[in-house]
């Protein structure tokens, strides 16, 4: 089992910035991909930003490209989101997810098996 928990949600301002952390613990060794996605109130739960289990690649939704930015850290088994330049439309609930995958980068939920409980993210106009 792996264990994930999100952390540095809030309430920002347009044009504010957030840094999101994820701290992974139990097997952590399994751990390949981990992804960030959003859930917005009446809309389904998509992938903002992943990357791989060496930072070897990282995937960014056309929404983020340029503003958010994914690290990781596996000496700390975590992984960062820094968001810039934050807009009213990032508003969302934000999960980590953990693949055991160390071959490419999902972008499917499904490939995900492990799940943080969600962090909020609000931006006001």
């Known amino acids: 089992q792996v264990q994930l928990k999100e952390s540095g949600g809030g309430l920002v301002q347009a044009g504010g910035s957030l840094r999101l952390s994820c701290a992974a613990s139990?097997?952590?060794?399994?751990?390949?991909?981990m992804g960030w996605f959003r859930q917005a109130p009446g809309k389904e739960r998509g992938i903002v930003s992943a990357?791989?289990?060496?930072?070897?690649?990282?995937y960014y939704h056309d929404s983020v490209k340029g503003r958010f930015t994914i690290s990781r850290d596996n000496a700390k088994n975590t992984v960062y989101l820094q968001m810039n330049s934050l807009k009213p439309e990032d508003t969302a609930v934000y999960y980590c997810a953990s693949a055991p995958t160390r071959l490419y980068l999902p972008r499917l939920r499904a490939s995900y098996d492990y799940w943080g409980q969600g962090t909020q993210v609000t931006v006001s106009s």
């Open positions: 139990g097997r952590t060794f399994s751990i390949g991909t």
């Open positions: 990357i791989g289990w060496n930072s070897s690649g990282t």
